[in-house]
């Protein structure tokens, strides 16, 4: 289904519209700290809006909602929101005022004050390391995924695919971070935030109408839906969302859950939530910005409370779009070139002599139970590749994968393929999109999600130029460069981060990532435990020593990376807190041995007044109230 014109011109108006707001905005920056942090000038509402749209992207419209489509995860996947709330709350009370009474650009800056000069550099490079190689790559990619649906194959003699969109999603992005910086951002957040939460909530009313009445709507089989609710044919509204909430809507995972077990709600999960929301240069760059310390706590608590809503405008959509539109999923993952097509025609080639063969096949369990004829096929296949003998068992990708277990030491000249999957859970939120949404609204919702993504991204690239700039550039390569001269360095790394994302990006569709929402969650493990770690005892345990800084940072890619090789299956939020029980542990130690004798003297600014926000205070106990409010429903 193409867009019409119609669509095509609500997204340039809506797109013109945003970067004639921001470049406007922004159009008298002279100063580093103009283009950097929009001249500590932002007001709270601005604040509060440009989270929100800086946080949700594709990767919550397209990867948590493709979590939320598994019914193995479901509703869980909002922990992630909810749990986000109480974190910005404790951000906005106990991390921003010590940020903002130092008077930082960047928060690697905060660690030469606290720590030495070293750590500074350190976790500089591993922060434009995982926006130039996670981050800035994933959101890309996600754009590019929410708009495959929308094209044919080529548009204007253009071949349309992964790539050819990820480009375009990047530079988009590129043109009005680099000219506008911060201010641009923060006044296409207003815009595109306002934009997100509305089209967000269009298409949450559309799939509770499409679940209510699935024969008013394009595709879908109105028998399988109930067959799969496990109701009768005149079963009403209530009774359908009952069963979906019973089934796909609870908070709490088993502990054996490899994604999200209740465990790690105890402890891992804070790990992200508290290095994204307080540590992350590209979220904190907002705050850093504030007009004052009354400003900023408003503008992180009321952004609090709108994350309260976002479970409801896309893990409760995702979880609808499975019911709806199963069959579509499965029959994506088997036609789409990113997906099986190109296993199974590799497959199809190498069957006949598989002890030739120099690859093997990973499957999921959902392929094994939908495809278990064809599952079986490839069993056999791997077992002849390997020379083993398939071991007894009913659960075939338990099998298959026990099969394979060290095939990449035991046999080198092997490549192990993408893993087959049983459904493209990434499409789930752009098939509502295609399929519920008329012509003109689907312009407006389309463009509310590229408008989510594009903001993230801007976000990303600005944050990533803003630590090269002022944490490596000008402390290691020119100390005394001019404002102008730190303008303009920081302006050439934002093309250089797009087209090291967008060549990236394509590469993400690979199923053996398992979804994007969890590459991003996965990989951020290296760095995310050390960077906690290090800030919470140089914030809260003064005797920490100087080399502490370093010693934790060095540590958690070793510590992590140990558990993800060698301990694969474990749930990476154990992983990760595992990993901070260990550097504290070392940390602990070490400021015990040789605690630090002399007081550290932090710098401090007087620009902004540092006021605290007494409503702030009572509106984040509320937050917090209904955050566990929240957990109790969906228990």
């Known amino acids: 289904m193409e867009l019409s014109g119609l669509d095509i011109g609500v997204l340039a108006v809506f797109f013109v519209c945003v970067i004639t707001v921001g470049l406007f905005k922004s159009r008298k920056e002279k100063t580093s700290e103009d283009y950097f942090l929009a001249g500590r000038d932002l007001k709270w509402w601005l604040i509060g809006f440009s989270l929100i749209a800086a946080n949700i992207s594709a990767e919550q419209f397209v990867g948590m909602s493709g979590q939320a489509a598994k019914s193995s995860i479901g509703l869980a996947v909002a922990s992630y929101e909810w749990v986000a709330a109480i974190t910005l709350v404790v951000v906005a009370f106990f991390f921003l005022p010590k940020f903002l009474k130092s008077g930082i650009f960047t928060i690697p800056e905060y660690l030469e004050y606290r720590f030495n000069h070293t750590s ?26 929410a708009l495959s649906p929308l094209f044919k194959e080529q548009l204007m003699g253009i071949p349309i695919n992964i790539t050819t969109l990820s480009w375009f999603v990047g530079i988009l992005a590129g043109v009005y971070v680099a000219a506008g910086g911060l201010k641009a951002c923060a006044w296409a957040d207003l815009i595109q935030g306002s934009a997100l939460i509305i089209g967000g909530a269009v298409i949450m009313v559309l799939a509770f109408m499409a679940l209510d009445d699935p024969s008013k709507f394009e595709g879908i089989d109105v028998a399988t839906v109930n067959t799969s609710l496990g109701v009768g044919e005149g079963a009403t509204f209530g009774e359908k969302f009952s069963a979906l909430k019973a089934a796909n809507m609870h908070m709490v995972l088993p502990r054996t859950s490899d994604f999200l077990p ?19 240069q590209y979220i904190m760059q907002r705050t850093l910005g504030s007009h004052s310390l009354r400003e900023g706590q408003r503008g992180v608590v009321f952004a609090a409370f709108l994350k309260l809503i976002v479970p409801f405008i896309v893990c409760i959509p995702g979880i609808i779009a499975f019911t709806l539109y199963g069959a579509k999923m499965q029959e994506n ?18 069957k006949a002599s598989p002890t030739e063969a120099a690859m093997v096949i990973p499957f999921d369990s959902d392929f094994a139970q939908l495809q278990p004829q064809l599952a079986a096929e490839v069993l056999s296949f791997n077992a002849a590749v390997v020379g083993k003998v398939v071991p007894e068992g009913e659960d075939l990708s338990a099998i298959n994968a026990e099969l394979l277990e060290g095939v990449d030491e035991s046999h080198p000249h092997v490549e192990v393929r993408q893993e087959l999957v049983g459904y493209d859970y990434d499409g789930a939120f752009p098939l509502l999109i295609r399929y519920l949404t008329p012509t003109g609204l689907r312009g407006f919702v389309l463009a509310a999600l590229m408008g989510a993504v594009i903001s ?10 803003t630590i090269f700039t002022m944490d490596i550039y000008r402390e290691w390569f020119n100390k005394e460069a001019a404002q102008k001269m730190l303008v303009w360095v920081g302006r050439c790394c934002v093309p250089i981060g797009v087209v090291i994302g967008c060549l990236i990006a394509p590469a993400l569709a690979n199923p053996r990532f398992k979804g994007a929402f969890a590459y991003i969650q996965e990989f951020q493990g290296f760095v995310s435990p050390g960077v906690l770690t290090i800030f919470l005892f140089g914030l809260f345990v003064k005797r920490t020593p100087r080399c502490c800084g370093v010693l934790g940072l060095i540590l958690s890619p070793i510590i992590y990376g140990i558990l993800f090789f060698g301990w694969g299956d474990m749930a990476f939020l154990n992983r990760m807190g595992i990993t901070v029980g260990a550097i504290a542990a070392v940390l602990l130690i070490v400021t015990l041995i040789k605690p630090m004798k002399e007081r550290i003297t932090l710098p401090e600014q007087t620009k902004i007044e540092l006021n605290w926000s007494r409503g702030s205070m009572y509106l984040g106990l509320l937050v917090t109230l209904l955050t566990i409010v929240l957990y109790v429903i969906f228990r």
């Open 120 to 145: 500074r550099l350190v976790m500089s490079l591993l922060m434009v390391i995982i926006y130039l190689g996670v981050t800035i790559p994933t959101v890309i990619f996600l754009g590019a995924k």
């Open 456 to 465: 993230s991204l801007a976000s990303m690239l600005n944050a990533a130029s």
């Open 262 to 280: 209740w465990t790690a709600l105890l402890l891992g999960i804070w790990i992200p939530n508290f290095y994204y929301w307080g540590l992350n």
């Open 333 to 350: 993952a088997m036609t789409l070139e990113s997906l099986n097509k190109p296993v199974l025609e590799a497959f199809e080639q190498a």
